[in-house]
């Protein structure tokens, strides 16, 4: 097998070709002026206004850039939570051990491991909810790339007492409708992973993609789930894999691939779209495992980032790659015709082992 080239691995971290921009308000962008004493007023409002959305959003790149300067974890602290501080330190880690081989083979990798949202929103979505945890999303532009598509960033407050932070973000697919989200100044529902009025619960809707991820379609039975470029490349890509792998001998004699994802059970938040959907961000983690065949073995002719970070070129028994994403997903309004939608994903290698 080859190595694993720059097309290769920035498959493999889940860069996608994206473009296009979420729909920005479906309703008239007007407001009307403050009152400053009277009645309150008739409808909900934004718990984060504008400025404060920029605010949180500089302060979350000011901690990325930090720590992706030093590659130190602790830097991302307090606004960068959960999952993406996880993986950014399994990153870091990889870079550090690994600064040789990626030096000599790969002098992108640093750059391509660890692009990131800039601190500028495109198109914010902000809460109506008091209740905590308080949530809100942002349509964040690409950090150092204008031709780059933006993310979709969840940021969420815990209590009063503690910052609006992320836990996620997920870059925008390209070729993929977008959903109509209400302005800014008029603010959204929002929506945990039990919410019950959408063609299916965010958590039921994360856990069909991650098995349609997994299995393939057939796992969708009733056809729920819409086509998106992040699963047409994994199942590319494994599928091209196991051809090599076989090649010239019966199928899977050599060796059989597949990839399992898991749902963070703790990580689903999303905010109503203009229709009475909702535009949902989740995490995942996977394992992509090569069985060997007793009896055979794989060898790779170079090295590649996965086979460094083992140590060894050479598998008898497994080959296993894992890997961290977080999705974005549109879930329709319950009775509607549409299908759940994956909007935008963003993955990264967080490490890989073998024997």
Same mark, same amino acid.
């Given at each position: 097998?080859?190595?694993?080239?720059?097309?290769?691995?920035?498959?493999?971290?889940?860069?996608?070709?994206?473009?296009?921009?979420?729909?920005?308000?479906?309703?008239?962008?007007?407001?009307?002026?403050?009152?400053?004493?009277?009645?309150?007023?008739?409808?909900?409002?934004?718990?984060?206004?504008?400025?404060?959305?920029?605010?949180?959003?500089?302060?979350?790149?000011?901690?990325?850039?930090?720590?992706?300067?030093?590659?130190?974890?602790?830097?991302?602290?307090?606004?960068?939570?959960?999952?993406?501080?996880?993986?950014?330190?399994?990153?870091?880690?990889?870079?550090?051990?690994?600064?040789?081989?990626?030096?000599?083979?790969?002098?992108?990798?640093?750059?391509?491991?660890?692009?990131?949202?800039?601190?500028?929103?495109?198109?914010?979505?902000?809460?109506?909810?008091?209740?905590?945890?308080?949530?809100?999303?942002?349509?964040?532009?690409?950090?150092?790339?204008?031709?780059?598509?933006?993310?979709?960033?969840?940021?969420?407050?815990?209590?009063?007492?503690?910052?609006?932070?992320?836990?996620?973000?997920?870059?925008?697919?390209?070729?993929?409708?977008?959903?109509?989200?209400?302005?800014?100044?008029?603010?959204?529902?929002?929506?945990?992973?039990?919410?019950? /009025?959408?063609?299916?619960?965010?958590?039921?809707?994360?856990?069909?993609?991650?098995?349609?991820?997994?299995?393939?379609?057939?796992? /969708?039975?009733?056809?729920?789930?819409?086509?998106?470029?992040?699963?047409?490349?994994?199942?590319?890509?494994?599928?091209?894999?196991?051809?090599?792998?076989?090649?010239?001998?019966?199928?899977?004699?050599?060796?059989?691939?597949?990839?399992?994802?898991?749902?963070?059970?703790?990580?689903?938040?999303?905010?109503?779209?203009?229709?009475?959907?909702?535009?949902?961000?989740?995490?995942?983690?996977?394992?992509?495992?090569?069985?060997?065949?007793?009896?055979?073995?794989?060898?790779?002719?170079?090295?590649?980032?996965?086979?460094?970070?083992?140590?060894?070129?050479?598998?008898?028994?497994?080959?296993?790659?894992?890997?961290?994403?977080?999705?974005?997903?549109?879930?329709?309004?319950?009775?509607?015709?549409?299908?759940?939608?994956?909007?935008?994903?963003?993955?990264?290698?967080?490490?890989?082992?073998?024997?």
């Amino acid at each position: 097998m080859s190595a694993w080239n720059r097309r290769g691995f920035l498959g493999s971290i889940g860069v996608l070709a994206v473009g296009g921009l979420l729909a920005a308000c479906g309703s008239d962008d007007s407001t009307p002026p403050a009152v400053p004493t009277g009645p309150e007023a008739e409808g909900p409002t934004p718990a984060v206004t504008s400025d404060q959305m920029a605010a949180y959003l500089k302060a979350v790149h000011s901690a990325v850039e930090k720590a992706d300067d030093d590659l130190d974890a602790k830097a991302l602290a307090p606004r960068v939570i959960g999952s993406a501080a996880s993986f950014r330190k399994d990153t870091y880690s990889i870079l550090t051990k690994n600064k040789d081989w990626i030096a000599k083979n790969a002098e992108d990798f640093r750059t391509s491991a660890l692009d990131r949202p800039g601190e500028k929103a495109v198109v914010p979505i902000t809460s109506t909810t008091s209740d905590f945890p308080r949530t809100a999303i942002a349509l964040v532009e690409a950090d150092g790339d204008d031709d780059a598509a933006p993310y979709f960033m969840i940021l969420q407050q815990k209590d009063a007492h503690s910052p609006y932070a992320t836990w996620g973000w997920a870059q925008q697919a390209v070729g993929v409708d977008m959903p109509t989200v209400p302005s800014a100044k008029v603010g959204s529902e929002a929506v945990d992973g039990k919410a019950d /009025d959408l063609l299916m619960t965010p958590a039921d809707a994360m856990t069909l993609y991650s098995e349609v991820l997994a299995w393939g379609g057939g796992k /969708d039975s009733k056809k729920q789930l819409a086509s998106d470029p992040f699963t047409t490349r994994t199942h590319k890509d494994i599928q091209e894999e196991r051809k090599q792998l076989n090649k010239g001998v019966e199928k899977d004699e050599v060796g059989t691939i597949r990839e399992i994802y898991t749902p963070v059970k703790d990580e689903i938040a999303g905010l109503r779209t203009e229709d009475g959907g909702a535009i949902v961000l989740g995490t995942m983690t996977s394992k992509r495992t090569l069985k060997v065949t007793d009896g055979s073995k794989v060898s790779y002719g170079e090295d590649n980032i996965f086979t460094t970070i083992i140590g060894s070129r050479t598998f008898t028994k497994e080959y296993v790659r894992e890997y961290g994403t977080t999705v974005a997903l549109y879930i329709p309004p319950k009775g509607s015709d549409a299908k759940v939608q994956p909007i935008g994903a963003t993955r990264a290698v967080i490490g890989a082992s073998g024997e």
